[in-house]
């Protein structure tokens, strides 16, 4: 099975507004780490923000932020004004447990940002 | 501060070469992963090195073997090219052995094409 799912293969945004990219993860480990990257044309993957499994707040970083739904094992990522640089591909990850070593990648999100 | 290096950008091979890849972590980094992306689908984890162990690895075969130096800089080889070897290949760099938070730091990786 899928440990992440990226339902959403590519997504178009006006300039200015927000958007929200898909992701739902599947473990049976209580402890774990969800991650959203970026990753431009230049190949470089960029960290964006983090949620860990006990975390009681929803993750923050600037106009990003985490929508985690974890009944739903769902880990939004929501990005708000959007503007013409955040045009890239977007990847949900996830750690399992924690303090594992590697990361299990979605197949991404490719978004468009439309003056 | 230079970010994770990695080099070549570029290379072409024929099946049955053999490539060497090479990153240099960030600065205060001792730990080097590497990751595997084929075109249109996210990274796939292939092993992690920390103090010049290979400490995880995935479910890539024998062909592609590793090693980290004193420095903390690593190198990633593959024998016997397949075509199916063609991709993206990502370094990622952390400190420790990958407990803490969003503290992955990737390259921009060497784009490897078998013919």
């Known amino acids: 099975a899928q440990k992440i799912t990226q339902t959403q293969p590519g997504m178009f945004v006006q300039e200015k507004e927000a958007v929200t990219l898909d992701c739902t993860y599947d473990?049976?480990?209580?402890?774990?780490?969800l991650f959203w990257y970026k990753q431009p044309s230049s190949g470089e993957m960029i960290f964006l923000i983090y949620?860990?499994?006990?975390?009681?707040q929803n993750a923050t970083e600037g106009r990003y932020s985490l929508n985690f739904q974890k009944a739903r094992k769902s880990a939004n990522l929501v990005i708000s004004a959007s503007q013409l640089g955040d045009s890239a591909m977007y990847f949900c990850a996830m750690r399992e447990p924690t303090g594992a070593n590697n990361l299990f990648f979605g197949t991404g999100t490719r978004l468009t940002v439309i003056p | 501060d230079a970010g994770v290096t990695q080099s070549p950008t570029h290379l072409i091979k024929t099946r049955g070469q053999q490539v060497t890849l090479r990153c240099s972590p960030k600065s205060g980094h001792d730990t080097v992963s590497w990751y595997q992306q084929a075109l249109g689908q996210g990274p796939q984890f292939i092993f992690q090195?920390?103090?010049?162990?290979?400490?995880q690895r995935g479910n890539f075969p024998d062909r592609f073997s590793g090693h980290q130096f004193p420095n903390y800089s690593s190198e990633l080889n593959v024998n016997a090219l397949l075509l199916g070897d063609s991709a993206l290949y990502l370094c990622?760099?952390?400190?420790?052995?990958?407990?803490?938070?969003?503290?992955?730091?990737f390259g921009e990786g060497s784009r490897l094409t078998v013919l």
């Open positions: 473990t049976s480990d209580p402890s774990y780490g």
């Open positions: 090195y920390y103090e010049e162990e290979e400490r």
């Open positions: 949620q860990g499994s006990y975390d009681q």
């Open positions: 990622a760099s952390s400190s420790g052995t990958g407990r803490n938070t969003g503290e992955l730091f």
